[in-house]
Antibody, heavy 121, light 107 residues
Framework: EVQLLESGGGLVQPGGSLRLSCAAS????????MSWVRQPPGKGLEWVSA????????YYADSVRGRFTISRENSKNTLYLQMNSLRGEDTAVYYC??????????????WGQGTLVTVSS | ETTLTQSPAFMSATPGDKVNISCKAS??????VNWYRQKPGEAAIFLIQ???TLVPGISPRFSGSGYGTDFTLTINNIESEDAAYYFC?????????FGQGTKLEIK
């Protein structure tokens, strides 16, 4: 059974940093690209970032480029999102998601339950 | 960036009804649309891939149609368990983008 478990969310002040983790199990983690998606309170979903199976290719939304860094540690089956220079508009539930097909981009099939990040003074 | 316009934002249905949820893309994206369902506090569930293909294990009451710019999720014979938030996603190009979502209420 595929499981994605996010952690690392919490309350942080504007300008602060936070690192999210996503522990994956139930599939060959190193064979699949992964994404982070977020949902601000009461709003729709926003794709944040994606990383290829080997980690060599990354993509970012314009809203986070230069502030967030996606990475993965395949030996630990873990996906990360390093978030720096956080702003109020980064407040959201952050989800990790697994691509449906290996070595390709066809959108996610499995999602985690999310971790809440609140940026406030 | 491809914008997905999803409608309606909210709908109410009675058990046994058939409902349609629309997702319109701002440019041609072939069949690169997926549909998902999410319930509060739960992980999203993958329903339809590549616009029309039912994900294994999903009830055949769900179906998808469309190509290019217009896509539809249809739920036949609505059941109370279908109360949820439904959304579309395009994976034709980065950034992936989402429809605004549809909250489905069952009377």
């Amino acid at each position: 059974e595929v499981q994605l478990l996010e952690s690392g969310g919490g309350l942080v002040q504007p300008g602060g940093s936070l690192r999210l983790s996503c522990a994956a199990s139930g599939f060959i983690f190193s064979g699949y690209a992964m994404s982070w998606v977020r949902q601000p309170p009461g709003k729709g979903l926003e794709w944040v970032s994606a990383i290829s199976d080997g980690g060599g290719t990354t993509y970012y939304a314009d809203s986070v480029r230069g502030r967030f860094t996606i990475s993965r540690e395949n030996s630990k089956n873990t996906l990360y999102l390093q978030m720096n220079s956080l702003r109020g508009e980064d407040t959201a539930v952050y989800y990790c998601a697994k691509e449906v097909r290996s070595n390709s981009w066809y959108g996610p099939d499995y999602w985690g339950q999310g971790t809440l990040v609140t940026v406030s003074s | 960036e491809t914008t997905l316009t999803q409608s309606p934002a909210f709908m109410s249905a009675t058990p046994g009804d058939k409902v349609n949820i629309s997702c319109k893309a701002s440019q041609d994206i072939d069949d690169d649309v997926n549909w998902y369902r999410q319930k509060p506090g739960e992980a999203a569930i993958f329903l339809i891939q590549e616009a029309t293909t039912l994900v294994p294990g999903i009830s055949p009451r769900f179906s998808g149609s469309g190509y290019g710019t217009d896509f539809t999720l249809t739920i036949n014979n609505i059941e109370s368990e279908d109360a949820a938030y439904y959304f579309c996603l395009q994976h034709d190009n980065f950034p992936y983008t989402f429809g605004q979502g549809t909250k489905l209420e069952i009377k």
